[in-house]
């Protein structure tokens, strides 16, 4: 795919990895759509975006308001006169023992990362089959294949839309619709509070710079890979866990016990 005049809807775009991407995406001459919550840094994304020579429109959203994502398509298509491709990349993350987790984080985590992406997917996916062109990026994460200790639900909320690409992919399997998953391993983004980088620091995880990611979802685009998992041996660890789960869990011990620490 050239993004060459491409019309992209990003959710999450003032987010760590999604202020990198939209510059990115722009940068290959996308005209972006930046999707959030917060008016003022949109509009600042916005304005970087244009004094750089790019197109962006700000697309203002609730994710728990009623009808959010036929409202959200409308708000685009109204902005941007079409759209070509839809990146899901709004996410919550929390680093906590489960049995301390509060029924507003569990919920929080997943309707934003969840129930809003499959809302926003149905909306745009319709549209996409009457236009008989379009294609769908969900950035899920490594979790969504691998179960990590301390992020119980985090893990949940991306296997399951791990699953969703999986199953949609095969739905739309005879249609000109596109899917790309994207698993990224840790992201040294806000999302990361003082105590989980503490931990990934500990049990010496890598945890890559957004630019790194951003470059690998837009690889990814241009290429319309299926799937792309980013960073070793969080890959292989996560292929590994498909088949030999028992093994990984003995490898994951040592993390457990140095989270603990941390929490």
Known sequence: MQLQAQHVVLTGATGGLGRILAL???????VVGLVGRDHGKLTQLAQEITQAGGKAHVLLVDF????????LLKDALAAMGHVDVLINNAGVIEFVAFETQTDAAIANIMHTNVIA???????????????ERGHLVLVGSIFGSLGFPHFATYCASKFAVHGFSQALRRELVDTPIGITYVAPRAIATAMNDDRTNAMWQASDQAVDAPDKVATAIVRALEKEQQECFIGQPQTFFAWLNGFAPTWVNL???KQAAIGQRYL
């Open 64 to 71: 728990s308001a009623d009808h959010m994502a036929t409202s």
């Open 117 to 131: 992406t499959l809302q926003l997917s149905r909306a745009f996916v319709g549209y996409f089959l009457q236009r």
């Open 251 to 253: 490898g994951l011990k």
């Open 24 to 30: 990115q995406l722009a940068a290959k001459g996308a």
